[in-house]
């Protein structure tokens, strides 16, 4: 283990986690749509014209990619942990370059079948508060007696 | 107020399984993916590094399979409600690692339809789920997707 490593003994149910700020910016929604489809045709994720045309305010992060970054929120809190689960509801839709507050709060953690588990809500926030997306994971953090 | 039994599909495909797709996990994917939403663990972004790792080897990042599940042509349930569909929320449950070279078999079934009421009226939710099998008979991941219906209004 690192020293940077957080043990599920160190945590507590209302440890905050985060929170971060990231800005999804156009040039990595661009990347992340090729790795996923595989092309780059136009769409309301990496298109501002077509984005347009489907009425909305700009270009949108697809909710897959909003996922991966919530998913970073929790290993940057405790490195090298496994995440278990991630749930979350879409609420509203996520823009390009537009800062994101990351955050979290444990809810509750035990052994659950010899896993040392901790569960926390999730959200990520528009610059106003607005909880865009929230969700649940579960988390198996290493522990000082195994 | 909208009762499950009131909502119009075909029933019979809920808990069916249907083969979906089988998809070829590379190198180029795995870091296009972790590169793209900043990862900088190097278990998924430095194949050097990641060998000295307890995982042997590059792994991709834990929600990785969403994009597979993106891909997936599902059945059409014939739902006779509303006129706009949103995807509403997912989940993935991470089973093992999914590795460069890896080849993902994908089983998706109907898990439930369920009507709801909120703010902007009526809704029903359709939400499937897959699974997705690599080549040694391992789950890698499962994915729950759901789709909320409903009408301009």
């Given at each position: 283990m690192t020293s940077d490593t957080r043990y599920y003994e160190d945590v507590d149910v209302g440890d905050d986690i985060g929170p971060i700020e990231r800005a999804i910016n156009h040039g990595q929604v661009v990347e992340f749509v090729k790795a996923w489809t595989n092309d780059t045709k136009p769409t309301r994720f990496n298109d501002p014209e077509t984005a347009a045309n489907e009425g909305l305010a700009g270009p949108i992060v697809p909710g897959v990619m909003t996922m991966a970054f919530i998913s970073r929120l929790l290993t940057e809190w405790?490195?090298?942990?496994?995440?278990n689960t991630l749930d979350v509801v879409f609420r509203q839709l996520v823009l390009h370059d537009v800062v994101h507050t990351l955050s979290g709060i444990v809810t509750d953690k035990g052994m659950i079948e010899g896993r040392s588990e901790v569960q926390c809500d999730v959200f990520l926030a528009d610059p106003e508060g607005t909880r865009l997306i929230i969700g649940k994971a579960i988390l198996e953090l290493p522990s000082r007696e195994s | 107020m909208t009762t499950d039994d009131e909502i119009q599909y075909?029933?019979?495909?809920?808990?069916v399984e249907h083969e979906v797709g089988v998809f070829e996990v590379t190198k180029e994917k795995i870091l296009g993916f972790a590169i793209s939403t900043g990862e900088t663990d190097p278990v998924f972004v430095d194949e050097e590094k990641a060998k000295e790792s307890k995982y042997g080897g590059l792994i991709a990042p834990p929600t990785f399979c969403n994009i597979f599940a993106g891909d997936i042509k599902r059945p059409d349930?014939?739902?006779?409600?509303?006129d706009l569909g949103f995807h509403a929320g997912q989940a993935i449950e991470y089973k093992n690692p999914v590795r460069p070279g890896d080849t993902l078999s994908a089983k998706t079934k109907l898990k439930e339809v369920y009507p709801k009421t909120g703010r902007s009226g009526k809704m029903v939710f359709e939400v499937w789920e897959t699974s997705f099998t690599n080549q040694r008979g391992d789950t890698a991941a499962t994915v729950r997707e759901s789709f909320v219906h409903r009408s301009k209004t």
């Open positions: 405790a490195p090298g942990v496994s995440l | 075909n029933r019979s495909l809920l808990g349930i014939g739902l006779e409600f509303g």
